[in-house]
């Protein structure tokens, strides 16, 4: 890469005449022609990440900062009349869905900017993650047509190097779209498209379709295997090419790591390929692949760890469903072999009760297994794997998430990036972890620091107004949930615990209360009816705060449109309090949490997840843990019953009460069936998720932020200590672990 030649390549660039996106296209191509004019040589090792999300964002503005020219590219621009924020319209490449995408992308760019072989394997979909709006307060979804408008100039179509992927009824076509990741090294996402008849191209069509119908489920299994085994295809040609078809040093050269369980089918597509096209024998093929595969677990919730039916398997991939049934028999003879109990063999097994155990899967051919925070390895080897574990424990170990502070920091609060080079000069920005020797106590910096966050809340306030038409109260407190909708992360309880403040200001029993805004993000998968009732719900308390003059200039609820990882960029630096208020035990890590811890905002958290390692960090009292433990939850099992816990908690009762006293018009029954979740077996427990009971304590600590609040030196040393104390969340930190304990590159 030349700086100087890409300098003045950009200088060249004629604004005249061209439309925005054609200037988009123009000046990307530009950094792209760079990028890929730096010669590499192949590293003797390399790691895959095989994912079926990738939350990349927005791709302009990380690239340009990656190669050195955002600074320079802006002035050369404005100097023509033309403002590169212009490209804050370009949409995201929203090939993802939430933490587990944007944990995929955040990896990928720590391992570029250090310099480790890390190239990514995913499928390009034509509509990324839906686009989100209201009407009336509900959830309605859109088609995300990505490239439409803007194109994609980030990637290179490799029709060269296109693959037949085979299933019983069809060929498809694999097209490859290479996306480079610049920094020390050059890395590449590789994204397959599904082409070849038009049955093909539903493949690549759409992230996650509805799976509650067979079709649905065989659609899935496609997606899934069809980029596993376009990956694998390739990986394995090329080693044959280079190397023969001995195999042996195969593990050497690659190390294929498995996001979640999606693309388990990677493993029966390796043994099939070794077993039946260059004749390895079944167990020597089971050996090498337990030297190649890795697997990381992103959660406990049962919907996320896949089990297809044998059945399914069979009709569109019979010789994959019989190579996992021999895995099946070959892995149960060993496990015997070593005297493993019955018990642990039928709860590690790969196929039980006719539905192949992806996860399971996974664990027995990983040589290595890691949770993403500390509690969540733990539940991983107590209780999710316990029989793998004993079997095998130097197979598990923790890798704590981590987020790249090069987008949620460097690119998103520039005024907190001057910040630290203005005490520390630049080399905080090799090495996160000097930001730590920043002295929280000394008056120049608290003032310093708290004006920065006054004008990135009054950014976010700008934008919320350009985006929603909702302009926010200024001066008050800026607090933030913004997460995919799901009942673990209880944005209900936020909701309930909204009302009852509410209800406490109209009484007068809070008469110092600091104005405060309560900002929502979130999406709800489009199947999910009851995240979308909360939505709605949440949407209906915005609206009676804001036309209730006792209160609404005290207090708002403000619920953002299509949560994205644009939005998240204003959200997260323009907020003063981080929501984490998960049922313990359920969020595995989270990474929002440490975004905005990153950025400066204290956390109303639950101890769980990474929130646990945050306040260790953090320092407890700078920030604000309440509820139920996971230990507490244990021991509630059976013994917690909503409706008798409302007859002795009225406050509570109180609150819940709105759902069905016509509080809020619900015609339709919606709010009715968000409080039977809690108050009735509909499935299989009554508030499932401790909404109730951890319900008071959340009041407590939001009250408890709003009084603190009030001594601005007090608070802004709590946010400026968490923000000056996560530099171990940086995704530098967790890529080196990967690097170093689990793939060795
Ligand atoms: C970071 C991020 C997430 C993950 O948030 P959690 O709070 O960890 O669930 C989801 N969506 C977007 C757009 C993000 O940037």
Redesign the pocket.
Known sequence: MNRERLIKTLQNIDVTDKTAAELYREISSACMDEILSEKQKAPARCAYYFSVEY?M?RMFFNNLLALGVLDEAREIFAAKGFDLNTFEDVEDAALG???LG?LAACYLDSAANLGYPLNGYGIRYRYGLFRQKFVGGEQVEEADDWLKIWGDPWSIRKEREAREVRFADMVVIAVPYDMPVYGKSVNVLRLFQAEGSPEAEKISEYLYPADDTEEGKLLRIRQEYFFSAAAVGERTERYVREYGTDFGKFAESCVFQLNDTHAVFAVAEFLRLLTKVYKVPFGRAVTIAKKTFRYTNHTILPEALERWDEELVEKILPEIAGILKRLQIYAAAAWKAEGCPREEIVRMSILGGGKFAMANVAVYVSERVNGVAEIHTKILKERLFSAAYRHDPDKFLNVTNG?TQRRWLLLCNEELARFYDERLGSGWREDLSLIRSIDCDDAETLAAFSKIKAEKKRQLAAYIEKKEGIKLLPDAIYIAQ???LHEY?RQLMTALAILRIYFDLKAGKLPDFTPTVFIF?AKAAGSYKRAKEIILFLNKIAELIANDGEVNGKLQVVFVQN???S??EKIIPGSDVSL?VSTAGF?A???????LMMNGAVTVGTMDGANIEIVERAGRENNYIFGASVEEINALEGKYDPVKFVKTHPRVREVTDTLTDGTFSDADGKLKDLAASLFEETYNRADHYYVLYDLLPLVDALLKVNGEYRDRTLFTGKQLKNATRSAFFSSDRAIKTYAEKIWGI
């Not at 890590?589 to 975004?595: A, H, I, V």
Request: net charge positive; aromatic share 8%; no cysteine.
């Open positions: 939350l964002g869905n939430g933490g944007r987020v913004v997460k995919r992360k993000g949560y994205d990882v939005y998240a984490q969020e890590s989270g990474t929002g949490n440490m975004k």
